[in-house]
């Protein structure tokens, strides 16, 4: 199994930036992908940005690009967020989430098979 812990939330005013981590634990020589994912009160759970582990691709949602810089760091199992030029609209809880070769898939939500228990950002006007 795969354990993702999360840190590096908190509150923010808007316009200002935060850097999450999602440190992976366990059997990470099976993650293919590493993605951050979002909700907020009310709303449904939306994908962020994906990471691919062996290649280094990356993805984001149209509502983040250009602020938002997803990265690995494989020597330390870890996979980071930044996150600048923050809006109201931003705040959320943020979950890491992985997906292993075989049993999970990058390309659908459903298909991350490890998540974290996520991190709170709260971006004030």
């Known amino acids: 199994q795969v354990q993702l812990v999360e840190s590096g939330g908190g509150s923010v005013q808007a316009g200002g930036s935060l850097r999450l981590s999602c440190a992976a634990s366990g059997y990470t020589y099976s993650v293919e992908c590493t993605g951050w994912f979002r909700q907020a009160p009310g709303k449904e759970r939306e994908g962020v940005a994906v990471?691919?582990?062996?290649?280094?691709?990356?993805d984001y949602a149209d509502s983040v690009k250009g602020r938002f810089t997803i990265s690995q760091d494989n020597a330390k199992n870890t996979v980071y967020l930044q996150m600048n030029s923050l809006k109201p609209e931003d705040t959320a809880m943020y979950y890491c989430a992985a997906a292993t070769h075989y049993g999970g898939s990058c390309h659908t939500e459903w298909g991350y098979n490890y998540w974290g228990q996520g991190t709170q950002v709260t971006v004030s006007s």
């Open positions: 990471v691919y582990t062996d290649g280094g691709s990356t």
